[in-house]
């Protein structure tokens, strides 16, 4: 008897991690030189700048998606660098972001956020559940000098 009402929990357990999630994207975050500076090129999202010359780089596969409930995989391939991901629906891959030159960031409070996960230290990987509707998604990082050495990228949900 004992055994049958560990095992029904168990597997109800399991079913509903496994439903948690319809999609799942691997996203891996990148340096390519080490860390931004100030002579970077500007390279945010709707400046049509060439990202051949990104110092830093967030990548998302798959990037076109159905809707429901997304798992993000992140990454943070960087060698000593801490990054982070913000998940803010946008109008267009377009868009030029508000961004504040002082401190070197997107002004994230004037963006429709729907989630992040910060301070993702070097060579860590960390989850990020979300339910999306149709439309463009920005994943981009906004620690200081991170978004304009190219730390961004557009999804698209059908």
Not at 70 to 91: G, K, P, Q, Y
Not at 129 to 148: A, D, R, V, W
Request: glycine share 6%; charged share 20%; hydrophobic share 45%.
């Amino acid at each position: 008897m004992r055994t049958k009402f560990l095992t029904i929990p168990l597997a109800l357990a399991l079913m509903a991690g496994a439903a948690q999630a319809d999609t799942l994207v691997r996203v891996t975050l990148i340096d390519k030189s080490g860390a931004a500076d100030a002579s970077a090129p500007r390279l945010g999202m709707g400046m049509h700048a060439d990202m051949s010359k990104a110092k830093m780089a967030i990548n998302a596969n798959p990037d076109h998606l159905r809707k429901g409930v997304v798992r993000f995989d992140v990454t943070n391939l960087a060698s000593s660098i801490v990054h982070e991901v913000i998940v803010a629906r946008v109008e267009s891959g377009d868009q030029v972001l508000p961004y504040d030159e002082s401190r070197a960031k997107v002004d994230a409070e004037q963006l429709y956020t729907l989630g992040s996960v910060n301070e993702i230290a070097p060579n860590k990987s960390v989850s990020l559940t979300l339910n999306l509707t149709p439309g463009k998604y920005l994943l981009y990082c906004n620690i200081s000098g991170h978004y304009m050495a190219g730390m961004w990228t557009v999804i698209d949900v059908e």
